[in-house]
């Protein structure tokens, strides 16, 4: 059975630091890795996810994951965080040819001026 | 632009009372999901639904219901057989077959129960 694992419920961190958000996963089967971000009182929505290939997968507001096979991880990083990053952030797999996603607990980065 | 609309975004129940939440999209996905969101616990599926006149239970389908008359809508009944109602239930839908592509959510409805 698929599980995923997010190893830190809540990451302060002062603005322009760098930072990491940890993700383990496990499953038998090929899968599909994804990031969301939640805002307060908001949906979810895709930040980045990784479906084959480069292992390295970037979004468009300087996050970035890389899968690792032999880890079974999907850590998120970012070089420099600014106070509009603080919010909640979701670790999801899904398997190649499957119908559901399974999420992690969620990971609250609070970014501090 | 294409989305899911969720409404109400906050609902009160009185106990022994059933409620409905809405979601619509128009984004012309087949497949649409119910999550109930607690505090430290992440996303847990209710119910899902791959086609119309069509869905499954998913791991906390208990005291909830579904239908799935129309394509574009997904409602979500709580019951009074729900003992701790209080969460926030979100919406989602994708393309069918494509776990690939990731959710697209709604905003959300926070119920409390009082």
């Known amino acids: 059975a698929q599980s995923v694992t997010q190893l830190d419920s809540q990451v302060p961190v002062f603005e322009e630091a760098p930072v990491e958000l940890r993700c383990n996963y496990s499953?038998?089967?090929?899968?599909?890795l994804f990031w969301y971000v939640q805002y307060p009182n908001q949906g979810l929505q895709l930040l980045l996810k990784y479906l084959s290939g480069s292992t390295l997968v970037k979004s468009i507001n300087g996050f970035e994951a890389e899968f690792n096979k032999s880890q079974t991880s999907f850590h998120l990083r970012k070089p420099s965080v600014h106070i509009s990053d603080t919010a909640e952030y979701f670790c999801a797999v899904s398997e190649s040819g499957g119908f559901k996603t399974i999420f992690g607990a969620g990971t609250r980065l609070f970014v501090k001026a | 632009d294409g989305g899911i609309t969720q409404s109400p975004k906050y609902l009160f129940r009185k106990e022994g009372q059933n409620v409905t939440l809405s979601c619509e999209q128009n984004?012309?996905?087949?497949?649409m999901y119910w999550y109930r969101q607690d505090p430290g616990q992440g996303l847990r599926l209710i119910y899902y639904?791959?086609?119309?006149?069509?869905?499954q239970k998913g791991d906390i389908a208990e005291g909830y219901s579904v239908s799935r008359e129309k394509k574009e809508s997904f409602p979500l009944t709580v019951t009074s057989a729900q003992k701790n109602p209080t969460a926030f239930y979100l919406c989602a839908s994708r393309v069918q077959g494509a776990t690939y592509s990731g959710y697209t959510f709604g905003s959300g409805t926070r119920l409390t129960v009082v």
């Open positions: 499953s038998s089967v090929s899968v599909y």
């Open positions: 984004l012309n996905h087949d497949a």
């Open positions: 639904s791959q086609i119309v006149n069509d869905f």
